[in-house]
């Protein structure tokens, strides 16, 4: 293990989610930038698969296992990547999932529940092992993928709406807590972007970018150190507009909005 960590000098990023869409994109721009990479998710074959295809050096990555909406799992991958490939320099908690729900049904509380887990939880379990040795190291930066949806909320997205809206506040309060640390807590606000997530969802979604131009944009603003970033600049407009909007102007401007389907199905 030791001889993986000596063998790269290059800066090192610690990716969530990193299997497909924005983390996978993200990982493969961090790559074509210089840096070592580990690679975080459940599938970890198609990691080592997406890595072989596109012949990344076997000295500037590796793979671990970790699902995040198990505390102890996403720990101990962390703790994982600092004894085998040392401290990373970034930190970006990716992994998530968008659900619709309808909690007026018993069984779609259960389908929330892990929309929680995953987005909320599973992010700051993310960061747990990082946070004290980059304090006492005096760098290094922690990125929380949020969501343009945690700033209102959408029909049939109350599960992921409230999951994005905590990430959102989780951030900044440890942005707070980690003032003269040398420790920055960037929270990236997607909109639209094309991924997996997002394909079959049965309405317009407005600005929409690619799973790569997205990576290229938020590189650009973690490596300024953004404490809040939308993107793109025109969702970015839009949000601001929307945090602005008293309720009621809200609530008859979403009326009739196609909702998110259920998860669990029609009925």
Same mark, same amino acid.
């Given at each position: 293990m030791a001889e993986l960590r000596a063998a790269s000098k290059a800066p090192l990023v610690y990716i969530t989610g990193a299997s497909s869409g924005i983390g996978q994109a993200m990982a493969w721009h961090y790559y074509q930038q210089g840096w070592s990479l580990a690679l975080v998710a459940r599938r970890t074959q198609v990691m080592e698969q997406w890595a072989?295809?596109?012949? &990344? +050096? @076997?000295?500037?990555?590796?793979?671990?296992?970790?699902?995040?909406?198990?505390?102890? =799992?996403?720990?101990?991958?962390?703790?994982?990547c600092i004894e085998r490939q040392s401290l990373p320099d970034v930190v970006i908690a990716n992994a998530g999932i968008s659900w619709g729900v309808d909690t007026s049904r018993r069984e779609d &509380? +259960? @389908?929330?529940?892990?929309?929680?887990?995953?987005?909320?939880?599973?992010?700051?379990? =993310?960061?747990?092992?990082?946070?004290a040795p980059m304090s006492a190291r005096g760098s290094g930066r922690l990125v929380g993928i949020c969501s343009v949806a945690g700033i209102r909320g959408l029909p049939g997205h109350a599960a992921y709406c409230a999951s994005k809206a905590g990430a959102i506040a989780y951030c900044e309060s440890l942005r707070i807590e980690l003032q003269n640390t040398g420790v920055a807590v960037v929270s990236l606000l997607p909109g639209y972007v094309d991924t997996p997530l997002t394909q079959n969802n049965p309405y317009a979604m407005p600005f929409l970018l690619s799973a790569d131009e997205f990576a290229r944009?938020?590189?650009?603003?973690?490596?300024?150190?953004?404490?809040?970033?939308?993107?793109?600049?025109?969702?970015?407009?839009?949000?601001?507009?929307?945090?602005?909007?008293?309720?009621?102007?809200?609530?008859?401007?979403?009326?009739?909005?196609t909702r998110k389907p259920r998860h669990l199905g029609k009925g």
């Open positions: 072989q295809a596109l012949q &990344l +050096d @076997a000295q500037r990555y590796a793979v671990y296992e970790a699902d995040v909406t198990s505390i102890d =799992s996403a720990c101990n991958a962390a703790r994982a &509380l +259960d @389908a929330m529940q892990q929309v929680l887990a995953s987005n909320t939880m599973g992010l700051a379990a =993310s960061f747990q092992a990082f946070i944009r938020a590189y650009r603003a973690i490596e300024r150190k953004a404490r809040y970033a939308i993107i793109p600049w025109q969702m970015a407009i839009a949000g601001r507009l929307m945090r602005g909007l008293p309720g009621f102007v809200w609530d008859r401007l979403v009326a009739g909005r």
